[in-house]
């Protein structure tokens, strides 16, 4: 079936340093994808999207790339600070179907 | 704003009970989606609506109903409850026409014993 995976569980950066939190989906219909943001004890939050027709987006010190041809979605957080330690999730659409990754944790080591 | 609300934010059920668990938004949203969240594991789709009136079935709906009256709200009901129901439930809204972010309620834990 379909399935959205990030490579890896948990990320540990220094203060200041860039991150990057990759994603894969299965689906070469989706057309739609999201980073979400989520702090312990809370719901995830929008960070960035990014529709099929384009290959980047940016933000506020983030950056999400997307790669069709592999199927792979990034997203870079520049100069990552102690408020940035949370779990994030990618997400990717196929009409009205919505799957979510496991996630990434990201710690920030100060 | 009050965004998506959900409540109760935590729940113990025994096993057999039923509940529902409450979803409201207020942003006039037409997608409103179930979520469970469950460790190691990404948020899994259990219902959703496209409009009042109009709901259907994700990805693991299994033990769960739906309704959607109004555009606001959206409640899950747990028919009977089972331990394998424990988990984290959100509740999401968006726009539906042109597709963009979803806002997601603070969560509800429910244990079932």
């Known amino acids: 079936g379909e399935s959205v995976g990030l490579h890896l569980p948990t990320l540990s950066v220094q203060e200041g340093d860039n991150s990057i939190i990759n994603c894969a989906y299965s689906?070469?219909?989706?057309?739609?994808f999201i980073w979400y943001k989520q702090e312990s004890g809370k719901g995830p939050q929008f960070i960035i999207d990014?529709?099929?027709?384009?290959d980047k987006r940016q933000g506020q010190r983030v950056t999400v790339l997307l790669n069709k041809t592999v199927k792979h979605l990034s997203l870079q957080i520049a100069a990552t600070q102690p408020g940035d330690s949370a779990v994030y999730f990618c997400?990717?659409?196929?009409?009205?179907?919505?799957?979510f990754g496991a996630g990434t944790r990201l710690t920030v080591k100060p | 704003n009050a965004g998506v609300t959900q409540t109760p934010k935590f729940q113990v059920l025994k096993t057999g009970q039923s509940m529902t668990l409450q979803c409201a938004q207020d942003?006039?949203?037409?997608?409103m989606s179930w979520y469970r969240q469950d460790p190691g594991m990404g948020l899994r789709l259990i219902h959703y609506?496209?409009?009042?009136?109009?709901?259907d079935q994700g990805e693991v709906p299994n033990g769960y109903n739906v309704s959607r009256s109004t555009t606001e709200d959206f409640p899950l009901r747990l028919l009977s409850a089972a331990p394998s129901q424990t988990s984290v439930y959100f509740c999401?809204?968006?726009?539906?026409?042109?597709?963009?972010?979803?806002?997601f309620g603070q969560g509800t834990r429910l244990t079932v014993v």
């Open positions: 999401a809204s968006s726009y539906y026409r042109g597709w963009t972010e979803a806002f």
């Open positions: 689906n070469s219909a989706s057309d739609y």
């Open positions: 990014i529709r099929s027709n384009m």
């Open positions: 997400a990717a659409k196929n009409n009205n179907d919505m799957r």
């Open positions: 942003m006039n949203h037409e997608y």
């Open positions: 609506s496209v409009g009042a009136g109009i709901t």
